[in-house]
């Protein structure tokens, strides 16, 4: 009995990706030592992308990879990707605002932020040669990176694969293009709207692909994948309790940077509830047809997800004074010196070792509390 093809997906979300290296910490520590990477398709977006990509090099020794892949988070600083743009911080969130404007108008791009030192990082540690080595030895068939084209608007994956008979698509806003994964690739995909400017490929602009994802699981199934383990980093699996009334704290006006976190949270929210309801109605479908009838493109698909038990927020606020001078002055201008209100935000922005640990933390703990489902799905169970 084949076991299908696997897909590993790793959604966005900035520093929130370190949850993620918990995760499959925990996923390494239950194969046996040197064995190569259990999954046959790699789909990133964001931070996920970076992730994705790292695992692709290292493909032939899944625990050497994560383990390189764990130092790397471990040890990061927000330094390490990225600097406050070139303009300097005014007085008030309105002038260094309207100083980007005037900045826009005369060719620079408009982000609070640049990201050339996370470019470096991606120099330092990834050689994506490695990628075509991996393909052409068949230790992973497909790496997918998903990236929002500003000029289309579209939903775009960008794959390499040793797959001859995957082709690209176009399904609306949905697009497929086959073509080697870059450096490029991955600031695009990473590219947080407003915070970090677009990247460029093939004469388009490209930004983070968590904006227009709309279903997480869509570049898996279109590149084969029947078994697909999804590792999100939003809050909107955890159960609320939206009758209760609101305290004095949540009926202030909001600030900027609340709107701001907010709207991140709308972006990168995955919607993996509802890709495996599709996924769920779909498999009790072909269940009533016989196997022999059934059509060649369909065919049941398993699923596992992982995703935080704790709330990304409530960690971040905790590690608030971790954050650069320069950022906290940004916040504190922001929100009217109500920096707590800047948890939601901050938590795509704190690549500093502490928030990092206690989310790799977070991470290796949920997953070994699903350690026999882990196991049984790789089983193919």
């Known amino acids: 009995m084949t076991l299908g093809k696997s897909a590993l997906l790793l959604s966005g979300g900035g520093a929130r990706g370190a949850y993620q290296v918990g995760v499959l910490s925990a996923l390494s520590t239950m194969m046996p030592k040197g064995s190569p990477i259990p999954f046959q398709v790699l789909c990133g977006t964001s931070a996920g992308a970076l992730n994705a990509a790292f695992l692709a090099t290292q493909a032939s020794n899944f625990n050497k990879g994560v383990k390189q892949l764990s130092f790397i ?22 002038k260094t605002l309207a100083a980007a404007f005037l900045r826009q108008g005369h060719g620079t791009s408009l982000s609070l932020m640049t990201n050339a030192p996370l470019a470096l990082l991606l120099r330092r540690y990834l050689d994506l040669d490695k990628v075509s080595i991996a393909l ?18 579209s939903s775009t994956t960008f794959f390499q694969t040793s797959n001859s008979t995957l082709a690209g698509w176009a399904q609306g806003r949905k697009v ?59 809050d909107n699996r955890q159960a609320k309790d ?11 006006e909001p600030s900027i940077v609340q ?22 109605e779909l498999n009790q479908l072909l269940s009533l047809i016989p196997e022999e009838q059934r059509p060649a493109d369909l065919a049941h698909r398993k699923t596992l997800v992982i995703s935080p038990s704790m709330g990304l927020n409530v960690i971040a606020r905790e590690h608030l004074h971790t954050l650069p001078k320069s950022i906290a002055r940004l916040l504190r201008t922001a ?17 500093t070792p502490e928030y990092c640990q206690a989310l790799m933390e977070l991470g290796y703990k949920d997953a070994m509390w699903q350690k026999d489902r882990i196991l049984a799905f790789l089983a193919g169970e």
């Open 73 to 94: 988070w471990r040890h990061l600083t927000p330094d390490q990707i990225y600097e406050v743009s070139r303009w300097p911080l005014a007085s008030s969130i309105t």
């Open 136 to 153: 052409n030895q068949r230790l992973i068939e497909t790496l997918a990176i998903t990236a929002i084209n500003y000029s289309a608007g």
């Open 176 to 234: 497929g293009v086959r073509e080697p994964i870059t450096i490029e690739h991955l600031l695009a995909s990473s590219a947080i709207p407003g915070i970090f400017p677009p990247e460029r490929i093939n004469d388009q602009y490209f930004g983070d692909g968590a904006v227009r994802l709309g279903s997480a699981i869509r570049p898996a199934i279109n590149l084969g994948a029947e078994r697909l383990m999804l590792i999100g980093v939003s």
């Open 242 to 252: 939206w009758s209760q009334a609101p305290t004095a704290q949540n009926t202030q």
């Open 259 to 280: 709107v701001l976190g907010q709207l991140l949270n709308s972006a990168f929210i995955d919607t993996i509830d509802q890709d495996i309801a599709h996924i769920e």
């Open 335 to 351: 929100t009217g010196n109500r920096t707590e209100n800047a948890s939601s935000a901050a938590s795509y922005l704190l690549f």
